[in-house]
């Protein structure tokens, strides 16, 4: 019987909730707001609607998965029990690039926010050079087996939200009908300039995948998970909907030729410099906390694939202060050669496409699932059958087709590099087998 003690600890649906929220809300809103403007302009409104409904269909399709399973392991349990080993190799490795990703993702936007304070850090050698030391440090600071702190969670949470909710409750009085003419740049719309800024808009939604995740510690999961899944994404998209409303109604069309952070830019427009200096602290805390406790999870994923046989085991060597020094600086220099690569916008987009090699394969298990698995009664079972599943499969690969290789390349490429790491483990356990 289960203690009762740690069901208590365990969390219930608010707090599900809550994790859920923090979890999803990152750097995206407080920088991606110009992105959307320059591609479809104030249309960028109506983009964020339709991402909110697709991953609102890939999340209910992660619910669905997850009550099949009493155990973590999230896309990587769903797809290697679907699809077997190789497919669920390729999942498991994928869930590491795209750590690594997101890393360099939030050094990036770390350095941008910074560069729009002080000059230097906008230019190429100081992107550069605080990216590296950013990077760098916080590579030296988790080898030495120091661990983030619950303070430094809470502020980070505080610090992101806070600036936020000010900004829509003050900032909507503000707002002119007029800023919202043309809805499309230059007053027509442009042939596939819709799936490149859902796509680039979508990574602001990513993360509630971590949700499912941590089934284990939350209170009857079959139940809580689904619901607050649901009312993770409706929140944040009513959330992310209000911040491009108001920017847009404050700014208009100055969003897209923003050199600053836009959201930033707004604020000082109806609150001065106090507004201007307190969405720079709250972007820099929120993306510094984000990037310290990214810095700590993402070499902890490369020793999971280590540990269960689908890299080389050197991969999960551990120093004296049991930190995983290898997987650290493996995963620090990946990160450093895609942060030096590209602009925010960039590689939000990349880390976006990345984050395709896990849906994709969930939805997909789900409709193997509900052939190959009993239905449980306190699971959560998917309402109009294969629809939601099969309309989240097709609009997600619509999606990914509206970007270029290079980007589907980068985003995507960890699924090709995965290939011979497959064989050669598998060798290695036949070896060991043999002996």
């Not at 760098?136 to 939200?161: E, Q």
């Not at 949700?211 to 209170?219: E, G, Q, T, Y």
């Not at 999971?304 to 890299?311: D, I, K, R, V």
């Amino acid at each position: 019987m289960e203690n009762q003690k740690d069901v208590v600890k365990r969390m219930g649906f608010w707090s599900i909730l809550l994790y859920g929220i923090t979890g999803v809300i990152g750097s995206g809103i407080f920088l991606l707001p110009a992105s959307g403007v320059q591609l479809i302009g104030a249309a960028s409104i109506f983009v964020l609607i339709f991402d909110a409904l697709l991953v609102i269909a890939i999340a209910l399709c992660f619910a669905n998965a997850a009550s099949y399973f009493d155990r973590d392991g999230g896309p990587y349990l769903y797809a290697k029990d679907a699809f077997g080993g190789f497919i669920g190799f390729e999942v498991g490795f994928v869930t590491w690039a795209i750590r690594i990703i997101a890393e360099a993702t939030m050094a990036v936007a770390f350095t941008t926010v910074l560069g729009s304070i002080v000059p230097f850090f906008a230019t190429t050698a100081g992107k550069i050079l605080m990216t590296s030391f950013l990077v760098i440090v916080l590579a030296i600071v988790n080898a030495s087996g120091v661990r983030l702190s619950k303070v430094v969670i809470n502020t980070v949470t505080v610090a992101k939200l806070v600036p936020l909710i000010l900004f829509v409750a003050i900032g909507i009085f503000f707002i002119k009908g007029s800023h919202f003419t043309p809805l499309f740049p230059g007053g027509s719309y442009h042939s596939g300039s819709f799936g490149v800024a859902a796509l680039t808009l979508f990574y602001a939604f990513t993360g509630f995948e971590g949700m499912v995740v941590a089934a284990s510690d939350m209170k009857n999961p079959k139940k809580n998970l689904p619901r607050a899944l649901i009312v993770t994404v409706l929140v944040v998209a009513a959330f992310y909907i209000l911040i491009q409303t108001v920017t847009i109604g404050v700014l208009g069309q100055k969003v897209a030729a923003s050199s600053a952070v836009p959201i930033q830019q707004a604020f000082k427009v109806f609150a001065g410099s106090f507004g201007w200096d307190l969405i720079a602290a709250g972007t820099l805390l929120s993306t510094g906390g984000l990037l310290i406790a990214s810095s700590y999870t993402t070499p902890r994923s490369g020793v999971s694939l280590a540990e269960n046989g689908m890299m080389p085991k050197m991969i999960a060597r551990r120093n004296q202060y049991n930190a995983p020094w290898v997987s650290i600086i493996i995963s620090a220099v990946v990160v450093l050669i895609i942060a030096w690569s590209g602009t925010f916008t960039q590689l939000a987009l990349i880390s976006a496409v990345s984050r395709f090699a896990q849906y994709i394969p969930t939805c997909l298990a789900v409709i193997v699932f509900s052939r190959t698995k009993l239905k449980s009664k306190e699971g959560f079972n998917l309402p109009l059958g294969w629809f939601i599943p099969i309309v989240a499969i097709l609009v997600s690969l619509w999606i990914l087709f509206q970007t270029a290789w290079v980007n589907l390349l980068w985003g995507l490429g960890a699924l090709i590099i995965a290939i011979p790491f497959y064989f050669i483990t598998g060798s290695f356990r036949l070896k060991k087998k043999a002996d």
